[in-house]
T-cell receptor
């Protein structure tokens, strides 16, 4: 299967700081999503971004499919941003997503 | 539109028992996928159903099975439970399978299974 590596594994930030999370994948994909997992386990959709750049408020993401990586930017972080961020990649056929091991983000006031 | 729903939210079972989990996808979504999340193995794909047919299966033993009904609702069953089956089971739905390549997946809140 496709290998997905996320970095850094853990990140501690002061409130208001900016951060970049990275997702590398081992093969060509045509699906890529970023999720935020809340403390209750729910995976919340952040971006569906198989290629290109998108922005949503303080969050933005860029995927360079030809170089097999994606970046998630969080600006002016808030304590509510704390949690685990997952990158998931896959193909349409069979709809199997491969997840990275996540980046655990802690934002301290 | 209502999101993906999963029932029950919490389950406690003992070794050797079996369990059935249910997932109702977003209205209009015909693809339902199941994932297992554990601290040791992370998020792993179990299987995916589309139009009542299993299209893809992950690397799990035959004790894990599923099905999909004509209304796209899906169930997964785990027989002869083992301690290692304790996990958060997540289901996702998407529109995958249509003519568009758009395939965003939406996850339910999960079922937390504890095997004693």
């Amino acid at each position: 299967g496709i290998q997905v590596e996320q970095s850094p594994p853990d990140l501690i930030l002061q409130e208001g700081a900016n951060s970049t999370l990275r997702c590398n994948f081992s093969d060509s994909v045509n699906n890529l999503q970023w999720f935020h997992q809340n403390p209750w386990g729910q995976l919340i959709n952040l971006f569906y971004i198989p290629s290109g750049t998108k922005q949503n408020g303080r969050l933005s993401a860029t995927t360079v499919a030809t170089e097999r990586y994606s970046l998630l930017y969080i600006s002016s972080s808030q304590t509510t941003d704390s949690g685990v961020y997952f990158c998931a990649v896959g193909w349409n056929t069979g709809n199997q997503f491969y997840f990275g091991t996540g980046t655990s983000l802690t934002v301290i006031p | 539109k209502a999101g993906v729903t999963q029932t029950p939210r919490y389950l406690i079972k003992t070794r050797g028992q079996q369990v059935t989990l249910s997932c109702s996808p977003i209205s209009g979504h015909r693809s339902v996928s199941w994932y297992q999340q554990t601290p040791g193995q992370g998020l792993q794909f179990l299987f995916e159903y589309f139009s009542e047919t299993q299209r893809n299966k992950g690397n799990f033993p035959g004790r894990f099975s599923g099905r999909q009904f004509s209304n796209s609702r899906s169930e997964m069953n785990v027989s002869t439970l083992e301690l290692g089956d304790s996990a958060l089971y997540l289901c996702a739905s998407s529109t995958a399978g249509g003519k568009s390549s758009y395939n965003e997946q939406f996850f339910g809140p999960g079922t937390r299974l504890t095997v004693l």
